[in-house]
């Protein structure tokens, strides 16, 4: 290569990040090579192929990501005349390799270019096609943006009848991988996450949701390509940050607002080879969209783009604050701007000359909309309160009139001659100017951001200062969902995708990335936990599940499949649980009522009537069977038939109201305890009970009896975030926070008659909050899930020696540990659910003959023994791991998750209240 750049005929660039050189040719030389050579231009690919075939030993996927091959190999195919390899494009494996290189879109370019040798026009292949591409779109962003996702555990969602399913489940069989199968297909929503080094400002798409220009603090403006954390084009003039992008009409210009005071003009380039956009999609495909590390080589300032026009105003204390294009830009090529001092102008943007202005009003104006339609020729602008209109007449603007809206206006939107009016606490529909208020928040603490509407009107987005974003049905003016967003939403914008019938939501968050979802107009899916705050029931490799609906009914699930519903219940259901026999559901109630549902008679009972109203709202339920605990029955306070109102089942309830009552039901013994925010665990006969300010009490379910254990470790105040407690080795875990820090205690657990306490093991401090924490079975290994989405591991048994498992980019809401010590399985939730085996970890020397996991299962249940453990032994890990076997990217970041006892299957929730239930693919081989 070095010859080559002697001779000029490359250009070498040294990539700081990668500290080694990229080499590029020249289109011009590029294209004089081409001629030159066209007489052999089959048997040079072929010899290209030829290569890759010996270095790949005919297996594409393991091309190298050295930012050519992958992406441009079906190129290469077709030119050599390859076509009998064009059925790598049914490779899961290879589409994994090139979507993890350069994205999916590339991949479906090549799936349309390349359709007729992909298929051999057979109409068996076009249908499986079809689906291979339906695939891609809706997976291939958390393919790209999740680097340890696998392209095998997505396609085993799909459909059981689906080509991509059957494809999955006959390599996830071949595999020593760690694979899981859904019980029911996934509806994956196609969204996208792109972290961005600066701070995003303001965020818009320009003509896909592919291409999306952002605003950046240092006021740089960069064009970025589908989810490349590199920018395929920057703008470069403003001094401040920017504050609003506006695509015109046509897409081919942008307007600019920023903080220095300057609206400026820009336009797209449409050249191949730096072209910022392709707006025909009949140019050579830029390898700016290609190729991660292209680089700008042939221009001395790399490529950035300088504005078309720049417009500014002079004035004391007077500067430009919001700009619009004309509707009908570039025919009427002019643009109009509001400014600080009230006065809006109407720009030539040939030549930036001032046409028309209102004058200064004295408030600022910070949103304009440009009409020259002959229902309206005019300007509409907001200060403060107030929303003008100005007719343009041959004289310049004219003011028409003004409405007075109830508080001041933060965005105006357009929707068939009418006006929506966006201020921090209300939306403000306006009909021949007469208003009628659509929305007003409850939450008066909670303030709407920013805000954007569909291309048809028919969807208004809003965010708030509380981190949620909500979507407004302007036709049916009602809410149609309100959602966590990650960070808060500074920025949004919408696309109509006119291909799949669907909005697209772009929104840009104050944590440096942008997210993509659709916008879906519809109630709850079934399935659905409103509020998931319930125990399910494991039947084997059967969750039971009860989940409460819109209706406020209790519906139980067997797997995906209802079979019992009780009435409307009076009171909001606030958390569930099943009998320990599974027969009955027990749940209580927003008014501090607790009731069991029986599932086969669908006969309720009131366990705790609440009426001398002691209890608050029931926050945590459960129903837990000491050892050697008989069949009881509980009767009804509601009823005097003393046959009709008993109910035979298995175990003792525990509640948990909101102010901090323990009420424990025992066979028709009531007990009652007052503990400051309680943490509960269950060991044979006792139930552990931690406070809130690490006060430990053991009550016994069997006697009903209480103990304090004495802890002389903590004598100052603290607030206990999270416990755990393992009781093969009675060692317990606090976390909490002592002034402004945050501190791990170990703890002996000692329960003789001579001496009930806590004995310190270690102290450590942390730095930084933990979400979760939990002990292996064995109590060998303790793992606490932090707030940054690191995972810590202390090994008890090498002197807590420490490690720490990096993957998860935000907070650690769950883990559990399996039940079986050999491997040690951590599975852990957040934007994944992860699966790690910690056998590497663990203290390993093992007494010769009998392994020593089997001793340590025979003092556990039957049940518990049932996990597979060679299968789990002999999991592969993820390439370039220690520990991560395996992991799923859900809709929504996980919350919870429980495990069958054998360890085979699982159910999990996430943020949106969505289950899934899975189950291990058993391996061939």
């Known amino acids: 290569m070095n010859k080559f750049a002697e001779k000029s005929l490359v250009v070498p660039f040294y990539h700081t990040d990668l500290k080694t050189y990229i080499y590029g040719i020249h289109d011009i030389h590029l294209n004089y090579l081409k001629d030159v050579t066209k007489e052999r231009t089959v048997s040079l690919h072929r010899k290209l192929i030829s290569g890759y075939d010996r270095k790949t030993q005919g297996n594409y996927a393991a091309l190298p990501n050295d930012n050519y091959s992958l992406q441009y190999i079906g190129y290469h195919l077709y030119h050599a005349e390859?076509?009998?390899?064009?059925?790598?494009?049914?490779?899961?494996?290879?589409?994994?390799?090139?979507?993890?290189?350069?994205?999916?879109?590339?991949?479906?370019?090549?799936?349309?270019?390349?359709?007729?040798?992909?298929?051999?026009?057979?109409?068996?292949?076009?249908?499986?096609?079809?689906?291979?591409?339906?695939?891609?779109?809706?997976?291939?962003?958390?393919?790209?943006?999740?680097?340890?996702?696998?392209?095998?555990?997505?396609?085993?969602?799909?459909?059981?009848?689906?080509?991509?399913?059957?494809?999955?489940?006959?390599?996830?069989?071949?595999?020593?991988?760690?694979?899981?199968?859904?019980?029911?297909?996934?509806?994956?929503?196609?969204?996208?996450?792109?972290?961005?080094?600066?701070?995003?400002?303001?965020?818009?798409?320009?003509?896909?949701?592919?291409?999306?220009?952002?605003?950046?603090?240092?006021?740089?403006?960069?064009?970025?390509?589908?989810?490349?954390?590199?920018?395929?084009?920057?703008?470069?003039?403003?001094?401040?940050?920017?504050?609003?992008?506006?695509?015109?009409?046509?897409?081919?210009?942008?307007?600019?607002?920023?903080?220095?005071?300057?609206?400026?003009?820009?336009?797209?380039?449409?050249?191949?080879?730096?072209?910022?956009?392709?707006?025909?999609?009949?140019?050579?495909?830029?390898?700016?969209?290609?190729?991660?590390?292209?680089?700008?080589?042939?221009?001395?300032?790399?490529?950035?783009?300088?504005?078309?026009?720049?417009?500014?105003?002079?004035?004391?204390?007077?500067?430009?604050?919001?700009?619009?294009?004309?509707?009908?830009?570039?025919?009427?090529?002019?643009?109009?701007?509001?400014?600080?001092?009230?006065?809006?102008?109407?720009?030539?943007?040939?030549?930036?000359?001032?046409?028309?202005?209102?004058?200064?009003?004295?408030?600022?104006?910070?949103?304009?909309?440009?009409?020259?339609?002959?229902?309206?020729?005019?300007?509409?602008?907001?200060?403060?309160?107030?929303?003008?209109?100005?007719?343009?007449?041959?004289?310049?603007?004219?003011?028409?009139?003004?409405?007075?809206?109830?508080?001041?206006?933060?965005?105006?939107?357009?929707?068939?001659?009418?006006?929506?009016?966006?201020?921090?606490?209300?939306?403000?529909?306006?009909?021949?100017?007469?208003?009628?208020?659509?929305?007003?928040?409850?939450?008066?603490?909670?303030?709407h951001i920013c805000s954007t509407i569909t291309d048809d009107s028919n969807y208004l987005v809003v965010s708030t200062n509380k981190g949620t974003v909500f979507i407004w049905n302007t036709e049916e003016n009602k809410m149609v969902k309100e959602f966590k967003n990650k960070g808060l939403a500074k920025s949004l914008d919408t696309f109509y995708d006119e291909n799949r019938s669907v909005h697209i939501l772009l929104i840009g968050s104050d944590q440096k990335s942008l997210q993509q979802c659709h916008i879906l107009p519809c109630d709850n899916e079934p399935h659905m936990a409103v509020r998931p705050k319930f125990i399910p029931f494991w039947k084997k490799k059967q969750a039971l599940t009860a989940l409460v609906n819109n209706n406020n009914q209790i519906q139980v699930f067997n797997g995906y499949v209802q079979f019992s519903e009780t009435d409307v219940i009076n009171s909001a259901v606030t958390c569930t649980c099943f009998s320990s026999c599974g027969e009955n559901v027990v749940y209580g109630l927003e008014n501090g009522q607790i009731h069991m549902f029986h599932l086969r008679s669908k006969k309720t009972l009131c366990i705790e009537s609440n009426e001398n109203e002691k209890l608050g709202r029931i926050t945590y339920l459960n129903c837990y069977k000491p050892t050697h605990l008989r069949h009881q029955s509980v009767s009804s306070y509601e009823s005097d038939d003393s046959v009709d109102s008993n109910f035979y089942f298995e175990g003792i309830i525990i509640s948990v109201s909101n102010n901090n009552l323990i009420t424990v039901y025992n066979n028709n013994v009531v007990s009652n305890r007052q503990v400051n925010e309680p943490l509960l665990y269950y060991d044979k006969e006792n139930m552990i009970v931690i406070d809130g300010v690490g006060q430990t009490y053991v009550w016994n379910l069997i006697e009903n009896s209480v103990i304090q254990l004495n802890n002389p470790a903590i004598f100052e105040i603290v607030k206990v975030s999270q416990a755990a407690l393992c009781f093969e080795k009675s060692i317990l875990a606090l976390v909490y926070k002592q002034m402004d820090s945050n501190f791990l205690d170990v703890y002996d657990v000692l329960l003789t008659e001579e001496n009930r306490s806590l004995k310190l093991v270690t102290h450590l401090e942390l730095s930084e909050t933990v979400r979760s924490c939990c002990f292996s079975c064995d109590g060998s290994l303790l793992a606490l899930g932090m707030s940054s989405g690191d995972i810590k591991i202390w090994n008890l048994k090498q002197e807590f020696k420490t490690t720490t498992l990096t993957l998860h980019t935000s907070s650690v809401e769950d883990l559990i540990f399996s039940p079986s010590i050999q491997p040690p399985i951590l599975i852990s939730l957040g934007e994944y659910i992860a699966w790690w085996n910690l056998k590497k970890y663990q203290q390993g020397p093992q007494s010769k003959g009998r392994p020593k996991s089997i001793d340590i299962l025979e003092n556990l249940s039957n049940d518990s023994s049932s996990m597979n453990i060679s299968y789990w032994a002999d999991r592969e890990y993820i390439e370039g791991t220690d520990y991560l076997l395996s992991c799923m990217k859900l809709n929504g970041c996980a919350k919870y998750i429980s495990a069958s006892k054998d360890f085979n299957s699982f159910l999990t929730v996430d943020d949106k209240g969505k289950i899934y239930a899975m189950e291990v693919v058993t391996s061939n081989t």
């Not at 909309?369 to 200060?383: A, D, H, M, P, R």
Request: net charge negative; charged share 30%.
């Open 82 to 447: 390859a076509f009998h390899k064009f059925d790598i494009y049914f490779d899961l494996k290879f589409l994994e390799a090139k979507i993890k290189a350069v994205g999916k879109e590339d991949v479906l370019k090549d799936m349309k270019n390349y359709e007729v040798y992909i298929t051999k026009k057979e109409s068996e292949a076009k249908d499986k096609l079809e689906q291979y591409k339906d695939f891609i779109r809706r997976c291939g962003s958390s393919l790209y943006s999740y680097e340890k996702t696998d392209i095998i555990q997505f396609a085993l969602r799909e459909p059981k009848e689906s080509y991509i399913f059957r494809d999955a489940l006959k390599l996830a069989e071949q595999s020593h991988k760690l694979y899981f199968q859904l019980q029911r297909p996934a509806d994956d929503l196609e969204y996208s996450t792109i972290n961005i080094k600066e701070d995003i400002t303001c965020a818009c798409f320009v003509d896909s949701p592919q291409h999306i220009l952002i605003g950046t603090s240092s006021g740089k403006i960069k064009l970025f390509f589908e989810e490349y954390e590199k920018e395929i084009s920057s703008f470069i003039g403003h001094e401040g940050y920017v504050k609003k992008l506006t695509v015109s009409p046509d897409k081919r210009y942008f307007l600019s607002v920023s903080i220095d005071g300057s609206v400026m003009l820009w336009k797209f380039a449409v050249d191949s080879a730096r072209n910022s956009h392709d707006f025909t999609n009949e140019l050579p495909v830029s390898p700016k969209t290609k190729q991660r590390l292209w680089q700008d080589i042939f221009t001395p300032d790399r490529g950035k783009v300088k504005p078309t026009r720049k417009f500014e105003i002079q004035g004391p204390d007077d500067f430009l604050v919001s700009a619009t294009f004309c509707d009908r830009f570039p025919e009427i090529y002019r643009i109009a701007t509001g400014s600080h001092r009230g006065n809006v102008i109407i720009w030539d943007a040939y030549s930036g000359e001032q046409l028309f202005q209102t004058g200064n009003r004295g408030y600022s104006v910070p949103c304009v909309i440009y009409q020259e339609k002959e229902s309206l020729k005019g300007v509409i602008y907001t200060y403060e309160d107030s929303i003008v209109m100005s007719k343009l007449t041959d004289k310049g603007l004219e003011y028409s009139h003004t409405l007075h809206n109830e508080d001041n206006c933060e965005s105006i939107f357009l929707k068939d001659g009418k006006i929506i009016a966006v201020s921090e606490q209300n939306i403000t529909f306006w009909e021949e100017y007469k208003r009628h208020k659509l929305f007003e928040k409850i939450d008066v603490s909670k303030q």
